[in-house]
């Protein structure tokens, strides 16, 4: 299967399945898979991170490799669908320490800011969470900001984050 030729029949999510099907575990398989998501036109690199999240959903220890430039790729801006599978992705994994604070840096920029999704500040609040789980002294700032996004925020953020300050208290 040519991953690109793939990518362009279709955005959905019969044929993110598709392709991650055919990726299974293979390694190989999953860097030009990554080639694709790192890649400068929007609709490829879209495409791909939709496949890329079936396939990091399966078999999570893929992406390990990619964390670092993930997390580097996210201080470029990305799009709003490489912005969110990025963040989703990374919720669930260790990030390497000398990553940290580039990804809080950014998370805190995400929930901070009034453009923002709703799902990139829903997981950026989660990463921020499992951070503060090595860095306690992160919890008094993650908590204000929590407290100000809730206030005026729809009832997926207000959800979300009375969860996360409730284990925050613990």
Known sequence: MNL?????????KENAICIANHI???????????????????????RAAHAVSHCVDRHPALIKPYIGKMIENLQLNPEVAIRRNTVRLLQEQEIPEKYQGLLVEKCFEYLLSSSETIAVK????????????????????????IEDAIQYGTPGIV?????????LAK
């Open 4 to 12: 690109e030729t793939q990518l362009a029949i279709e955005h959905s």
């Open 24 to 46: 299974g575990q293979d390694t190989r398989l999953f860097d030009d898979l990554m080639q694709l998501f790192f890649y400068p036109e929007y609709r490829v690199s879209q």
């Open 122 to 145: 829903a997981f950026s609040m989660t990463i921020l969470h499992n951070v503060c789980k090595t860095y306690p002294e992160l919890k008094s700032e993650l908590k204000i900001v």
């Open 159 to 167: 959800n979300r984050g009375n969860k996360i300050l409730a284990q």
